[in-house]
């Protein structure tokens, strides 16, 4: 009988690979993975395959959204390993798999990964139990700009709360949300709702490759920071809620120079 | 010129390392390390020193929390390591610790790890973008038995939110939290302030050594939940809020058998 092991590779390049990630994929007769819900900041397929010493077989969306039969029938026969950046299980689709390799009697396993959900607090200075509910951008379209974004900031804010934006990506198009554009539609959603959640003289962190040696940390007024060029991919964003003066303290040292 | 490596270890036993991790450490000259304010499940101070083949000196709470000077002399001087469990920023003394290398000009990088606030929602099978505020239950003591962490709950699942609750632990004297004495602190506040927050029909997951070989996932009643023996530490519980359809399904299959 096989295995589905869900193994995260953490933030930035190979390095952050636990041993225990490492150990499932080199024990796995075959190993998929897909980079379109999370992005592997500096690292490509074949740095990745050379540093496991494996084959990966990249997946485009479509073969994890509808259906996964190739993986699913994989792992019915022999130990299979599914990775992807970050903490494998925080994506909605990949909970969906395990759902379906548990119904059809397949062993699952989890490998946790660093997660840009607590390492972007952490790198900011900021206090980790002091965020609410994160919340991600999609790319405007002409008929699905949601506001429920805009919603959770405000939410947040009146609880005191910060809030980790995270950036919407299409890697199979090569688009990467960047913080100012990121700032651009908080903005866009300020105008329609005029709730002074996020104005142009609200301060904001951005932040650029978190966990990678050129991580960027960067906080000031909206208006400023939208005109920051922070690097490539990939960027989130934290709008503070009430900021401690500890945590302005670690801002001061932390993201300086302050734009 | 020195330089301060904050490194998470993540969450169980040794195979947690990320490969940034296992390098920081080897490359120090110095290697603290605190388990209080975090404890490494299934691991102890001599295994880890094998498998870092280095040693590490166990730091004692006040060591870290009045001044540490010691680390700071030390990371003045050289490369030094501070290595706790999990992410090392999520605890606020490790932050201060931060601001006050920097503040004396000692160069500081953070290595990331794999951390309870993102594993225990997918080990649960819970969305993480469903998550609010997370809180810690603190031991009840004769003058000192906080109701935030129920309000914190309360405003959490008004919203629909889940909650994850840390436990306390006090490594020094050998305490640790178990879920079933965290459950009768959350029904303790509700018999004082009978809001329907945590009531002996709520139902809630207790978790148990998440990440470890053994980790289990119980889901059920608190009165049910109460009486369930987890085994050894650390446990967690989650509050849920409003499950969707798939968090249920999920919750049938991973915390099974159901108490």
């Not at 903490?87 to 699952?108: E, S």
């Not at 429920?148 to 709360?161: F, I, W």
């Not at 919407?168 to 198009?173: F, G, M």
Request: include cysteine.
């Amino acid at each position: 009988v096989g295995e589905l092991i869900f193994v995260g590779l953490g933030l930035a390049g190979t390095k952050d690979l636990t041993l225990r990630a490492l150990d499932a994929v080199r024990h796995a007769r075959t190993v998929f993975a897909e980079f379109y819900t999370s992005h592997l900041v500096g690292a490509t397929h074949s740095q990745l395959e050379r540093e496991l010493d494996k084959r990966i077989v990249l997946l485009a969306r479509d073969e994890v959204e509808s259906g996964a039969e190739r993986i699913l029938d994989a792992a019915a026969q022999h130990r299979t390993a599914f990775v992807t950046a970050g903490d494998p299980m925080t994506a909605t689709t990949h909970q969906d798999l395990r759902i379906r390799a548990l119904r059809r009697g397949i062993p699952v396993r989890i490998v946790h990964g660093v997660s840009i959900q607590v390492a972007a607090a952490g790198a900011a200075g900021l206090h980790s139990y002091k965020f609410g509910r994160t919340t991600t951008l999609v790319f405007p379209q002409p008929n699905f700009n949601p506001a429920s974004p805009y919603e959770t900031v405000r939410d947040n804010r009146a609880r005191g709360l910060h809030t980790l934006v995270l950036l919407d990506l299409r890697a199979d198009e090569g688009r990467y949300m960047s913080a100012a554009q990121g700032i651009e539609v908080l903005l866009g959603h300020e105008q329609q709702r005029r709730e002074s959640v996020v104005t142009p003289d609200t301060e904001l962190v951005a932040l650029a490759r978190v966990g990678a040696d050129d991580q960027r940390v960067v906080w000031g007024p909206a208006k400023r920071l939208r005109e920051a060029d922070l690097g490539p991919p990939l960027h989130c964003l934290i709008v503070p809620g009430e900021l401690h003066f500890s945590e302005r303290e670690a801002l001061e040292l932390v993201a300086a120079p302050r734009v």
